[in-house]
């Protein structure tokens, strides 16, 4: 993935800020940022820390993982799904909505991969073979315990 320039970042913030229709001085309050420092960060003259990045997400009410990853600080781990790259092309939905469909829709992938994640764990345990014996003279367990001769001995009649 190729890391996004210094000023990308800010434009981001200010693109998605412009589809929340929130001014700056209303993010920065809501984000707990100073407003020079926040339109500064816009203009790509700052690089926000993963902090501020988390503060701004929450103020536009987006992923922080979004923000990191259109930062550089850590790389989108698995490519965009179809549905969410319709969802997030859909002008005809607010910003809000869009995050809401994606939180969702993220929310039952992670529950399928919890899922699968389990039913192979207990798939792994069920296949585990017995250990085989190694080399020629190897006699299997149970006749290895049962008599120091080698023997198995006769099961006891009931009766």
């Known amino acids: 993935m190729e890391l ?5 970042i800010g434009e981001y913030i200010r693109d998605q800020r412009k589809q929340a229709k929130i001014s700056l001085r209303q993010l920065a309050t809501q984000a707990g ?3 020079p420092y926040l339109s500064q960060i816009e203009r790509g003259l700052r690089k926000p820390s993963a902090e501020i990045l988390n503060q701004i997400a929450k103020g536009l009410r987006i992923s922080s993982q979004a923000l990191y990853v259109q930062a550089g600080l850590i790389e989108d781990r698995e490519p965009d799904s179809d549905v969410l790259a319709a969802i997030r092309t859909d002008r ?3 910003e809000r909505q869009r995050q809401v469909l994606i939180d969702i829709y993220e929310s039952f992938r992670k529950e399928n991969r919890a899922e699968a ?3 192979a764990e207990r798939t792994t345990e069920n296949a585990r073979p017995e250990p085989e014996p190694q080399g020629v003279d190897a006699v ?3 006749e290895a315990a049962a008599s120091p001769n080698g023997r198995i001995p006769p099961e006891p009649k009931e009766g």
């Open 33 to 35: 940022v100073s407003n």
């Open 117 to 119: 994640q389990a039913e």
């Open 92 to 94: 005809t939905i607010t």
């Open 140 to 142: 299997p367990a149970t």
């Open 4 to 8: 996004p320039k210094v000023g990308s």
